[in-house]
């Protein structure tokens, strides 16, 4: 049975009342599972309808059609149940201003029928850097704590599923290391982990499967490897402060004066160089390295398969 199920899961939330307002389909029959154990990756830009999907399996939000099981239990039908088997780590800080750490820890393990929740709370507390703000007000503490405190919460009763929805937004470098050292040591014991992140290198170093919304429909659904492994080999990296020739403009991002262009072997990286040269694009801090998941989404989400090699460009200089 997988961890989690989604069943051709269809999403509309009504026109607003403004005049001229339409439906918005957020998720158009999502179908995946994730397996028990795994660490599971869901990518999309904005607004592709991720939050919209983790809401509706965390209860938060109901379906226009389709079902999501977790466990084998229905998440509508059987809530408590499904809920039981879940934590989710919500996107927002979230949070009562009026318990110190520990109590909302307590407090949270109560909705769980859990009040002998001591000693795990204590692990929860070590393991995320919180012991010694265990009696600090939830408001004394900064963001970053927050968040850790937030984690423990969806942690105090052990969910074999945990969900993490964009958790390392805006947190510094020794919380993520914290997080992931965390999460990660929870997953080799077992649990199931779902992640959304904009962080595309995190994504790449954790998940091993990954799916990729756009416009709430699934468009890419493989292995982490797989997907790499399909790239566009090649990527020539540089920087300029000339206009690129409109063949390979088509082909690059360009983040200020640095420009990427996808190549799939020596030959087409001296196809681009000798393009560059001859259009009298002046180049600096030339560098070739691997595609990465970034480049794979972004291919995906410009529309281009990136197991296909990217047309020739343009022919070679003489
Ligand atoms: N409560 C709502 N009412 C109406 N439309 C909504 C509601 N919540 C989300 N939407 C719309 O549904 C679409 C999907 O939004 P969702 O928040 O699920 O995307 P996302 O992939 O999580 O985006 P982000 O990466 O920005 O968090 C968007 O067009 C959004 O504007």
Redesign the pocket.
């Known amino acids: 049975m997988p961890a989690v199920s989604f069943q051709s899961v269809s999403?509309v939330?009504?026109a607003?009342g403004r005049p001229g307002a339409r439906p918005?389909q957020?998720?158009d029959h999502v179908s995946f599972d994730i397996e028990e154990g795994e660490f599971f990756g869901l990518l999309?830009?904005?607004?592709?309808?991720?939050?919209?999907?983790?809401?509706i399996l965390a209860g938060l939000?109901r379906t226009t059609s389709g079902s999501v099981k977790v466990h084998g239990h229905d998440v509508q039908a059987e809530f408590i149940e499904a809920r039981r088997h879940l934590g989710v780590v919500p996107?927002e800080l979230v949070f009562d201003p009026f318990f110190t750490v520990r109590e909302a820890l307590v407090f949270q393990s109560g909705y769980f029928g859990l009040y002998d929740n001591g000693a795990w709370i204590d692990e929860l507390l070590d393991g995320l850097g919180l012991a010694d703000k265990a009696k600090a007000n939830m408001r004394q503490l900064s963001g970053g704590m927050k968040r850790r405190v937030l984690v423990a919460q969806a942690l105090v009763h052990r969910p074999p599923v945990i969900v993490l929805?964009?958790p390392t937004a805006g947190v510094d470098v020794e919380l993520r290391q914290t997080l992931w050292h965390f999460v990660g040591d929870l997953n080799r014991k077992g649990h199931t982990v779902l992640l959304?992140t904009?962080y595309l290198e995190e994504a790449e170093a954790l998940c091993s499967r990954l799916a990729m919304?756009k416009q709430?429909k699934v468009i890419a659904l493989e292995r982490t490897s797989t997907l790499l492994s399909n790239a566009t080999s090649n990527i020539l990296h540089f920087k300029t402060d000339d206009e690129l020739p409109p063949a390979l403009a088509a082909l690059a991002r360009v983040t200020g004066r640095i420009v990427q262009l996808p190549a799939n072997d020596t030959a087409e990286i001296e196809r681009h160089l000798a393009a560059l040269r001859e259009a009298g694009v002046r180049v600096e801090d030339v560098e070739i390295r691997k595609a990465d998941l970034e480049d794979v989404f972004i291919a995906l989400m410009n529309g281009s398969a990136p197991a296909q090699k990217a047309p020739p460009a343009l022919e070679a200089a003489p």
């Open positions: 999403k939330y009504p607003s918005l957020a998720l999309g830009p904005n607004g592709a309808g991720k939050t919209t999907l983790i809401s939000a996107q929805d964009e959304t904009h919304l709430g």
